[in-house]
């Protein structure tokens, strides 16, 4: 009875009391306000991994903001760019219409480096790289320009430097901001020392780096048989750096800073983005702000980096075998673990767990043991849950989801070129992408109404329906109520549904009806005004 009663509404298209404004769709966040320097903040990776770890699960448990939606979202349901995230593929028409369009393979093997050449060599190292678990120096080029320089660990050419091109091109086409980055390869004399060059001790202190020193810095960088070594050089991000921002909470001394970052959709996204390509380093010692003008006019840019930790690979070294599937301290499994005695054992506890992994780690060392058959959406964790991530809702699950599934093999084989991997590890990591976002999507695209892309082609209302163009099962039927809606038509990439003409503020609520489910899934409800010059999007209720 009370599904009947609730496909009888759906029919009847119930007015929601939600109302959009007759006006343009907000695609631009306004935070580029000149304000003063902000102060910089401190990297402290002990406090932040205890914070993390210990009061941050306890917050979630006892909290009462989980579940609040997103608060930076526009009229459909969508983020504008911003100084966090900007999106490459989006087109807007005049009414409100939007499409994504394809990047080029040479967009994508570019990513954030555009039209900016690489390193022009050669590189005269000024400091050995502190902080991170790597090798690596800053050095400038024969141009002047500055970089961080990247090395992979022995034995494991490729885990770090191609992880880190690749998914930042990945992370580039989604929309994030990332640094420009390159693979470049080293000859012995492609290498100078600067006379200041200095290097830190375990304090964090300066001092000398002398000839000597830099010689057995570099004794311990892989290379092959010609002595080449083959480094990750991430350009100097412009500005003036000051230091991470936090995950959670406001920056209070950037006015522009008016969301939570708890509550920011593109930071919640951003856990599914790093759900597809195994980003479990997301901790807030790898993001960056920087603050770009001259004091007193310019604003801050937010970063993230060092997306290396992705695919395999985290460290250093293949990550270990809990890895994705739990954190660093997760009470309620210890306590579990203390009540039963242990009895109750982890999908990734038990040796043939650990000899599967290693055998991965061993085939393919450039990317460890990432895998899709052994991936769980539902329980895909960082080392430490993320404060946005686990406010994640199903609209912003469906937003983040978007991103990964925007990708073409096209695009994909582009950005995976640029990691120069072994013919079969290339293959691999292109299989396992594609085979962990069809488990995503299966796991979270039923969630809200995956019907998305609306626009107007003479007298109807068009759509795309995400879970057919992605091959999830059958489309089944749509059903359309609203003043004025007609016949339903089915196309290549969704539905269309005939309008009557009817002037004013108009509302259609659409759903899909899948095959061997027993009632519509969730409904969208589309907002649009009719003029007469035509028919323009405002709004989008999921």
């Given at each position: 009875?009370?599904?009947?009663?609730?496909?009888?509404?759906?029919?009847?298209?119930?007015?929601?009391?939600?109302?959009?404004?007759?006006?343009?769709?907000?695609?631009?966040?306004?935070?580029?306000?000149?304000?003063?320097?902000?102060?910089?903040?401190?990297?402290?990776?002990?406090?932040?991994?205890?914070?993390?770890?210990?009061?941050?699960?306890a917050d979630r448990e006892?909290?009462?903001?989980?579940?609040?939606?997103?608060?930076?979202?526009?009229?459909?349901?969508?983020?504008?760019?911003?100084?966090?995230?900007?999106?490459?593929?989006?087109?807007?028409?005049?009414?409100?219409?939007?499409?994504?369009?394809?990047?080029?393979?040479?967009?994508?093997?570019?990513?954030?480096?555009?039209?900016?050449?690489?390193?022009?060599?050669?590189?005269?190292?000024?400091?050995?790289?502190?902080?991170?678990?790597?090798?690596?120096?800053?050095?400038?080029?024969?141009?002047?320009?500055?970089y961080q320089i990247k090395?992979?660990?022995?034995?494991?050419?490729?885990?770090?430097?191609?992880?880190?091109?690749?998914?930042?091109?990945?992370?580039?086409?989604?929309?994030?901001?990332?640094?420009?980055?390159?693979?470049?390869?080293?000859?012995?004399?492609?290498?100078?020392?600067?006379?200041?060059?200095?290097?830190?001790?375990?304090?964090?202190?300066?001092?000398?780096?002398?000839?000597?020193?830099?010689?057995?810095?570099?004794?311990?960088?892989?290379?092959?048989?010609?002595?080449?070594?083959?480094?990750?050089?991430?350009?100097?991000?412009?500005?003036?750096?000051?230091?991470?921002?936090?995950?959670f909470g406001r920056r209070?001394?950037?006015?522009?800073?008016?969301?939570?970052?708890?509550?920011?959709?593109?930071?919640?996204?951003?856990?599914?983005?790093?759900?597809?390509?195994?980003?479990?380093?997301?901790?807030?010692?790898?993001?960056?702000?920087?603050?770009?003008?001259?004091?007193?006019?310019?604003?801050?840019?937010?970063?993230?980096?060092?997306?290396?930790?992705?695919?395999?690979?985290?460290?250093?070294?293949?990550?270990?075998?809990?890895?994705?599937?739990?954190?660093?301290?997760?009470?309620?499994?210890?306590?579990?673990?203390?009540?039963?005695?242990?009895?109750?054992?982890?999908?990734?506890?038990?040796?043939?767990?650990?000899?599967?992994?290693?055998?991965?780690?061993?085939?393919?060392?450039?990317?460890?043991?990432?895998?899709?058959?052994?991936?769980?959406?539902?329980?895909?964790?960082?080392?430490?849950?993320?404060?946005?991530?686990?406010?994640?809702?199903?609209?912003?699950?469906?937003?983040?989801?978007?991103?990964?599934?925007?990708?073409?093999?096209?695009?994909?084989?582009?950005?995976?070129?640029?990691?120069?991997?072994?013919?079969?590890?290339?293959?691999?990591?292109?299989?396992?992408?594609?085979?962990?976002?069809?488990?995503?999507?299966?796991?979270?695209?039923?969630?809200?109404?995956?019907?998305?892309?609306?626009?107007?082609?003479?007298?109807?209302?068009?759509?795309?329906?995400?879970?057919?163009?992605?091959?999830?099962?059958?489309?089944?039927?749509?059903?359309?109520?609203?003043?004025?809606?007609?016949?339903?038509?089915?196309?290549?990439?969704?539905?269309?549904?005939?309008?009557?003409?009817?002037?004013?503020?108009?509302?259609?609520?659409?759903?899909?009806?899948?095959?061997?489910?027993?009632?519509?899934?969730?409904?969208?409800?589309?907002?649009?005004?009719?003029?007469?010059?035509?028919?323009?999007?405002?709004?989008?209720?999921?």
């Amino acid at each position: 009875m009370k599904r009947a009663l609730a496909i009888a509404l759906l029919l009847a298209g119930c007015t929601p009391e939600v109302r959009f404004a007759d006006r343009a769709i907000l695609w631009r966040e306004p935070d580029t306000a000149p304000i003063p320097l902000p102060k910089r903040r401190d990297n402290l990776p002990n406090w932040i991994g205890l914070r993390d770890a210990v009061f941050l699960p306890a917050d979630r448990e006892l909290a009462l903001d989980y579940g609040r939606e997103s608060a930076n979202v526009n009229a459909l349901d969508d983020v504008g760019d911003s100084t966090w995230f900007s999106d490459p593929r989006r087109v807007v028409d005049a009414r409100g219409q939007l499409r994504l369009r394809a990047l080029s393979p040479a967009e994508m093997a570019r990513g954030a480096m555009g039209d900016e050449d690489p390193p022009v060599l050669p590189l005269t190292v000024v400091r050995a790289k502190s902080g991170g678990a790597n090798l690596g120096f800053v050095a400038t080029d024969a141009r002047g320009r500055k970089y961080q320089i990247k090395i992979d660990p022995p034995g494991y050419i490729g885990m770090d430097t191609s992880t880190e091109v690749v998914v930042s091109r990945l992370a580039w086409a989604s929309g994030w901001n990332v640094p420009a980055e390159t693979l470049v390869d080293l000859a012995p004399g492609d290498l100078a020392l600067a006379p200041d060059a200095t290097r830190e001790d375990a304090y964090g202190h300066p001092l000398p780096l002398s000839p000597a020193d830099f010689a057995e810095y570099l004794r311990h960088c892989p290379t092959d048989a010609h002595g080449t070594l083959r480094v990750l050089a991430s350009r100097w991000i412009d500005g003036t750096i000051l230091g991470p921002f936090a995950w959670f909470g406001r920056r209070k001394d950037d006015p522009n800073d008016r969301v939570p970052h708890e509550d920011r959709r593109d930071l919640r996204g951003f856990g599914m983005f790093s759900m597809w390509v195994n980003n479990i380093d997301t901790l807030e010692t790898n993001t960056l702000d920087s603050y770009v003008g001259a004091p007193g006019s310019g604003h801050l840019v937010h970063y993230q980096q060092d997306v290396g930790g992705s695919f395999g690979a985290r460290g250093g070294a293949p990550i270990a075998y809990w890895m994705a599937s739990d954190i660093y301290f997760a009470p309620s499994r210890m306590l579990a673990a203390i009540l039963t005695l242990g009895a109750i054992r982890q999908p990734w506890e038990g040796e043939a767990v650990r000899t599967r992994r290693a055998r991965l780690a061993g085939q393919f060392p450039e990317i460890g043991n990432f895998d899709a058959a052994h991936f769980d959406p539902h329980d895909w964790h960082p080392v430490l849950d993320n404060p946005a991530f686990e406010r994640q809702t199903a609209r912003d699950r469906y937003w983040g989801l978007k991103r990964v599934l925007a990708f073409s093999p096209e695009e994909l084989h582009a950005a995976i070129g640029t990691g120069r991997y072994r013919p079969k590890a290339a293959r691999r990591v292109y299989d396992v992408l594609l085979a962990r976002r069809e488990k995503m999507a299966r796991a979270f695209l039923g969630a809200v109404a995956p019907l998305d892309f609306f626009r107007f082609e003479r007298d109807r209302l068009c759509f795309d329906d995400l879970w057919t163009r992605e091959k999830l099962g059958g489309a089944g039927r749509y059903l359309a109520s609203g003043d004025g809606v007609g016949a339903i038509t089915e196309t290549a990439s969704g539905a269309c549904v005939a309008l009557a003409p009817r002037s004013g503020y108009r509302i259609v609520t659409l759903a899909a009806w899948r095959p061997g489910m027993r009632h519509a899934g969730p409904p969208v409800r589309v907002h649009f005004v009719e003029h007469p010059d035509g028919r323009r999007l405002i709004g989008l209720e999921r």
